[in-house]
């Protein structure tokens, strides 16, 4: 079959894999091909267990995988072959030298940008998807542009929103799509093809254009603000429960003003994901790098928060049962950094797990969908920490639940079962505020939310 177009990704990951099932299912006239050098997770990608759960990415990829919708490790061939080449490598936070937990580790990005120009034969179009800090962009064109062929490269931002658990709805019909470029007239020409791509699907309201940096920025600014947001209502959980105030009711009325608007402002265990911390942390980087130090504080404000509160509670744990966690046995409910999804970076399930196996606590563990991701991760103790995927099963014989994920499974169970399999007396602390308190209070057991008063029967 003859294609319109031939779109390359590089980097079959969290973002690239269901990025490019959605343009591929929305334009039959591209053949879209996902490269990525670790084999496994394109062989995975060419099965039939994907390796990351998505709601309605299965039955995407599996329609049209074979068709328009192509998985391989032929970087080389892929990067020949293509006339517009989507860049999503990971650009975790580095762990050593200058920026050591702080910048973005950016060694994936620029080994790509020397492999497209050691394998281009003629000119593309490239574009950064994964999350970078600013003038990286910038930094890519140079190494892009210094070559002997003479192909010519245009560079575009074109940040991606998706979260997880919501990847397809959102990539389906998003709030917006961003794209920055030079604008040139060779910029404005590439900016235009990309906007062509989209507008298959999205109104052209929707698609909005920028300079570059000012594209990147705005990926960094919107995580920030979401996550600022969370650790804003998070300060006021610690003032409610020392004051017996509500945190849903305030959320509620705070919400309820449409300037503030009500998404987001859920108190929780703290927030989580490969997003939140390192791109505030890339924020307050860059600040600080321009002897921006009193805004570095304010961001970095955001991510201390967020520790502070899972923290806090652990804390509550051990206040609440006597003061002492050791020997006793804990089930975790959830262990993925959100519902819907199997991923657990950033978690603050493994934060919290963590402690209290400090805490020389017995862990048991459950979630749906994370226990693969929880026992690599939790892969130092084997001694301490059992998995178990059945809710009751993980439960049984447990002083007490900390809830860590908001699964709607967990609203549903049956929890007189388990407070009878439980030793009394027995705990609910939840992280996420998603179950009826009251009623588990009636049942027996003595429930500690997030942001309310406790209810105990002590
Ligand atoms: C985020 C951004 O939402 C997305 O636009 C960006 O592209 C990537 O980063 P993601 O990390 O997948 O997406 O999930 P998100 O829904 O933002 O949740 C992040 C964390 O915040 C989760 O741990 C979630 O449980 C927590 N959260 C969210 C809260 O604690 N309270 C809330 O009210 C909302
Ligand atoms: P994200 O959440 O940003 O999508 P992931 O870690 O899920 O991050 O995915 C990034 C993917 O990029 C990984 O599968 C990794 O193997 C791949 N990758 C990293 N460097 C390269 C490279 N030079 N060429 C091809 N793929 C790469």
Redesign the pocket.
């Known amino acids: 079959m003859n294609f319109k177009k031939n779109i390359l990704c590089i980097g079959a990951g969290?973002?690239g894999g269901p990025t490019m099932a959605m343009i591929a299912h929305k334009c039959p006239q591209y053949k879209v091909t996902v490269v990525d050098i670790n084999p496994v997770r394109i062989a995975e990608w060419n099965s039939d267990h994907l390796p990351i759960f998505e709601p309605g990415l299965d039955e995407i990829v599996k329609n049209i995988r074979g068709r328009n919708l192509f998985f391989s490790t032929e970087i080389e061939k892929g990067i020949q072959e293509a006339n517009i080449i989507f860049v999503s490598v990971n650009t975790p936070t580095k762990t050593f030298g200058a920026g050591n937990g702080m910048a973005a580790d950016l060694q994936y990005w620029e080994k790509t940008a020397r492999q497209i120009l050691k394998s281009a034969k003629s000119s593309k179009i490239i574009i950064e998807k994964s999350?970078l800090p600013v003038k990286t962009a910038q930094a890519m064109e140079r190494i892009l542009t210094h070559n002997h062929q003479k192909i010519h490269f245009d560079v575009l931002s074109n940040?991606?929103?998706?979260?997880?658990?919501?990847?397809i709805r959102?990539l389906e019909n998003p709030d917006r799509v961003l794209i920055g470029s030079h604008q040139t007239p060779d910029g404005i020409k590439a900016r235009d093809e990309l906007v062509e791509i989209y507008a298959n699907w999205i109104p052209p309201k929707n698609i909005i254009t920028s300079d570059i940096w000012s594209s990147e920025l705005s990926?960094l600014v919107?995580?920030a603000f979401?996550?600022q947001?969370?650790s804003s209502?998070?300060t006021i959980s610690a003032l409610c429960e020392k004051t017996d105030a509500n945190v849903t009711d305030v959320a509620r009325a705070v919400g309820m003003d449409h300037r503030i608007g009500n998404?987001?402002?859920?108190?929780?265990?703290?927030?989580?994901?490969?997003?939140?911390k390192k791109?505030i942390l890339n924020l307050v980087y860059l600040c600080r790098n321009y002897g921006l130090h009193e805004v570095a504080d304010y961001w970095q404000g955001v991510v201390n928060i967020n520790e502070y509160q899972k923290e806090r509670f652990v804390l509550n744990m051990l206040a609440a049962m006597f003061n002492t966690l050791a020997g006793k046995r804990i089930c975790l409910f959830g262990f993925a950094?959100?519902?819907d999804?199997g991923?657990t970076r950033?978690?603050?399930a493994f934060f919290i797990a963590n402690r209290l196996i400090e805490e020389k606590v017995e862990l048991v563990i459950t979630d749906p969908k994370a226990l693969k991701n929880a026992k690599n991760d939790l892969d130092e103790f084997k001694e301490e920490v059992s998995f178990v995927e059945d809710p009751y099963k993980a439960a049984s014989g447990c002083h007490a639940i900390a809830i860590l994920?908001?699964w709607v499974l967990y609203q549903n169970l049956d929890f007189e079962k388990i407070y009878r399999s439980m030793l009394k007396p027995a705990f609910i602390f939840d992280g996420?505020n998603i179950i009826d308190h009251q009623k588990v209070f009636e049942i027996g057991f003595n429930v500690y939310p997030v942001g309310k008063p406790s209810l105990t029967h002590f």
């Open positions: 969290y973002v999350t940040p991606e929103f998706l979260a997880e658990g919501t990847a959102d990926k919107s995580n979401l996550a947001r969370i209502i998070n998404r987001f402002l859920n108190a929780s265990v703290g927030f989580g994901g490969s997003c939140f791109d950094f959100k519902a999804t991923d950033e978690s603050p994920t908001e996420r």
